[in-house]
C-alpha cells in the first residue's frame, strides 16, 4: 500500500476550522484516500473518502490537489469533542484491509 | 440501522485461559477485519474475512489466533492460551467492500 505523510500533532482553538493535511506523493490512480479518527478510548470512526473531486459530508470536507499527491481534511468549526488522532489511508479500489500510521493528533483548545 | 456490535465489551482472563471475542456486522455487509492495539501503540491488521472464507490472515500471529466467520452469527477472533502480552484493544470493523469501514467500540482484554 502505498504511504502517507501527516504531521504527528496540531492545535486548533475551539469553533475555528481546521486544515489536516495528508501528503500521498506515491498514490495509484485507484487509491482512493480514507480518513476515519479515533477518540480516546473509543473505535476507529470513519469521517470521509474521495478517489479526484473534493467532498463533502456532514463531519468534514476533503479537498484532494489536482494531482492527487496531497489532500487536506477541514473541519469547518472545530470543537472540543472533534479532538483526536487523524488518520489519513490510502485505500485500493476493492475491498482491503486499512493500514493505520501514526496519524494527528488534534487538540482543540477552549 | 445498528452498527458494528463487539461483545465483551471488557474481558479478562488469567494465563494459559481461552479468550472468544464476538463481532457482529453492520447490516447487509459481509466484509469483517480485525485490528488489535496495544496501549499505546497505533491499530495493526490482523484479519480480514467475507461469509465463511478468510482472505487476508497476513496480520495474525502464526500461532494460538484463529479467526471465523460463518454463514450465520457472528465472526469470531478466539486467542487460545492467552498470555500478557496479548492484553490489548481488540477492534472490528464491517463493509460492504467498497466505501468506508465501520468500527465497534473494541473489547478490551486484559491478561492476568
Known amino acids: 500500500d502505498a504511504k502517507t505523510t501527516q504531521p504527528n500533532s496540531m492545535e486548533s482553538n475551539e469553533e475555528e476550522p481546521v486544515h489536516l493535511p495528508c501528503n500521498h506523493s506515491?498514490?495509484?490512480?485507484?487509491?482512493?484516500i480514507h480518513w476515519y479518527r479515533q477518540l480516546p478510548s473509543q473505535g476507529p470512526e470513519y469521517v470521509i473518502h474521495?478517489?479526484?473531486s473534493n467532498v463533502n459530508n456532514r463531519m468534514a470536507s476533503l479537498a484532494i490537489a489536482e494531482d492527487r499527491k496531497s489532500s487536506t481534511l477541514i473541519l469547518h468549526r472545530a470543537t472540543l469533542r472533534d479532538a483526536a488522532v487523524y488518520y489519513c489511508?490510502?485505500?485500493?479500489?476493492?475491498?482491503?484491509?486499512?493500514?493505520f500510521g501514526s496519524g494527528t493528533q488534534l487538540t482543540v483548545l477552549p | 440501522n445498528a452498527g458494528v456490535m463487539q461483545n465483551p465489551r471488557h474481558l479478562v482472563r488469567r494465563r494459559g485461559q481461552e479468550a472468544r471475542l464476538r463481532c457482529s456486522p453492520m447490516?447487509?455487509?459481509?466484509?469483517v477485519y480485525w485490528y488489535r492495539q496495544l496501549p499505546e501503540e497505533g491499530l495493526k491488521f490482523m484479519v480480514y474475512?467475507?461469509?465463511?472464507?478468510?482472505?487476508?490472515e497476513s496480520g495474525m500471529p502464526k500461532e494460538r489466533f484463529s479467526a471465523e466467520f460463518p454463514k450465520e452469527g457472528p465472526s469470531i477472533l478466539r486467542i487460545q492460551q492467552v498470555v500478557r502480552g496479548d492484553s490489548a484493544a481488540y477492534f472490528c470493523?464491517?463493509?460492504?467492500?467498497?466505501?468506508?469501514?465501520?468500527f465497534g467500540q473494541g473489547t478490551r482484554l486484559t491478561v492476568v
Open positions: 474475512l467475507q461469509k465463511e472464507n478468510i482472505i487476508d
Open positions: 470493523a464491517s463493509s460492504l467492500g467498497t466505501g468506508g469501514a465501520f
Open positions: 489511508i490510502l485505500v485500493a479500489g476493492s475491498a482491503r484491509q486499512l493500514t
Open positions: 506515491t498514490i495509484s490512480g485507484t487509491d482512493y
Open positions: 447490516k447487509g455487509h459481509s466484509h
Open positions: 474521495g478517489l479526484t
